[in-house]
């Protein structure tokens, strides 16, 4: 899969807000500060389609991009962030299930999780709503030059059991300063939009 032209489309809250594209949706969640943006960036060769926030957990919005006018890279606000108060996280949660749930556009889910670190109980509660949607989806193991090339099957591993990821559940480690697993990502995003056709 190769993206030529990747553009903002719209940011929304509530379901009347979505676009009316019909595109099929490719939606991106993780925990504040897990590099969601730069991993937009680099798979749409783009240095800042998607903003890099100041400060975790300050995005609050659902953001659409438009990947060469036939599909939609949407970018869910970020959870986890322990000083967001609990009514924010109940605003976040709003936001997020209602999209997750009730958008017949999207098409696969693709979490990120810090490979550099164990998945906390946030990451957890995601993967399970991610298990109940009952569509495919996609682990990116983010933040991959972090640590050494031996370790990185060890966190996958990590990962995977936290989780209970399952052995035919694809878990890719990426890193968006080296563009490590931008190949693999877009490859995937590509085969379950032809399966789906």
Known sequence: MIITNAQFEITAVKPEQYPALGYPEVAFVGRSNVGKS?????????????????????????????????????????????????????????????????????????????????????????????????????IIASKADKISRGQIHKHIQIIRSELGIAPEVKVIPFSAEKRQGKEDVLNYIESILYILQ
């Open 38 to 138: 730069s991993i937009l960036n680099t798979l749409t060769n783009r240095r800042n389609l998607a903003r890099v926030g100041a400060k975790p957990g300050m995005t609050k919005t659902i953001n659409f991009f438009n990947i060469d006018e036939k599909l939609l890279f949407v970018d869910l606000p970020g959870y986890g962030y322990a000083s967001v108060s609990k009514d924010k996280k109940s605003s976040w949660e709003g936001i997020v299930e209602r999209y997750l749930f009730t958008r017949a556009e999207l098409k696969l889910i693709i979490m990120l999780v810090d490979i550099r670190h164990v998945p906390t109980d946030n990451d957890k509660i995601m993967y399970q709503w991610i298990l109940s949607r009952g569509m495919p989806y996609l």
